[in-house]
């Protein structure tokens, strides 16, 4: 336990076919690790949380922005009526950071969100995800550090 009597985030084996870590990451706090290489076009880790109606996320939002809590949310949209909010069960893949040049992809399964490896990852390498913020909303920094990185989490 850390000295706030919370366990550390971690990623249950049965979460992913691969051994992967939870740590402190160069792009953004945390981040996902991966604890042996993993071929390409492989299933990594689902997006996993607690389900919420487009209505019932407007609520959560406005409850935390009404108490001031951190803007530390995990919510990932499954499709036009579903949203997964991964601050709630959870199983560590709502670390994944964004970044420009990902080496994960993701899938839409059947009301599932899944990723998927782009390319070879090495142990020890983060895990990364292009997030895509829309245009229409405000423009987020990028800080993934790659070679192709656009400057912003926004796509252009």
């Not at 599932?112 to 990364?128: D, M, N, P, Y």
Request: with cysteine; glycine share 8%; net charge positive.
């Amino acid at each position: 336990m850390n000295t706030a009597g919370h366990t550390a985030p971690r990623i249950k084996r049965e979460c992913s076919p691969y051994r992967l870590r939870v740590g402190r990451s160069a792009i953004h706090r945390r981040g996902v690790f991966a604890l042996e290489p993993i071929p390409r076009s492989r299933k990594v880790i689902e997006y996993t949380g607690e389900r919420l109606t487009w209505q019932q996320t407007v609520r959560l939002l406005r409850k935390l922005w009404r108490l001031g809590r951190p803007t530390n949310i995990y919510l990932f949209r499954v499709n036009r009526r579903w949203i997964i909010n991964g601050a709630v069960g959870g199983n560590g893949s709502q670390f994944i950071n964004h970044c420009c040049d990902p080496n994960l992809g993701l899938r839409r399964i059947r009301g599932h969100l899944v990723f998927f490896s782009r390319r070879r990852i090495r142990t020890g390498e983060e895990l990364t995800f292009d997030y895509r913020f829309r245009k229409n909303v405000p423009k987020t920094p990028c800080r993934c550090g790659s070679p192709k990185c656009r400057g912003t989490i926004n796509v252009k």
